[in-house]
Nanobody, 119 residues
Framework: VQLQASGGGLVQAGGSLRLSCAAS?????MGWFRQAPGKEREFLAAILWSGSGTLYADSVKGRFTISRDNAKNTVYLQMNSLKAEDTAVYYCAASSVVPSKGADKYGYWGQGTLVTVSS
């Protein structure tokens, strides 16, 4: 599975961005993580390719929404009400198990896309 993340950029606090992750090959679920400078990688959201299963971190529940387009083999992360503390490199990842918060459950990772939120 190869993953290509895109959609990052510079946005003002309170704004929105939508990240995309195009996948070649299929897995059971997909996840989004982020890593800010000097911090550990943080789980954000995950989704099954089939069915309605999603999982969110409490820190982004209600602001971020994960979705998928099976026809395009693409997963999205809609991010609203962005804050300066959301500044990070965002990664998509593919897993062979049901949506999980553990980074060790994801065997394939995209290259990351930088999101910078200015206050």
């Amino acid at each position: 599975v190869q993953l290509q993340a895109s959609g990052g950029g510079l946005v003002q606090a309170g704004g929105s961005l939508r990240l995309s992750c195009a996948a070649s090959g299929r897995s059971l679920s997909m996840g989004w993580f982020r890593q800010a400078p000097g911090k550990e990688r943080e789980f954000l959201a995950a989704i099954l390719w089939s069915g309605s299963g999603t999982l969110y971190a409490d820190s982004v529940k209600g602001r971020f929404t994960i979705s998928r387009d099976n026809a395009k083999n693409t997963v999205y992360l809609q991010m609203n009400s962005l804050k300066a503390e959301d500044t990070a490199v965002y990664y998509c990842a593919a897993s062979s198990v049901v949506p999980s918060k553990g980074a060790d459950k994801y065997g394939y990772w995209g290259q990351g896309t930088l999101v910078t939120v200015s206050s």
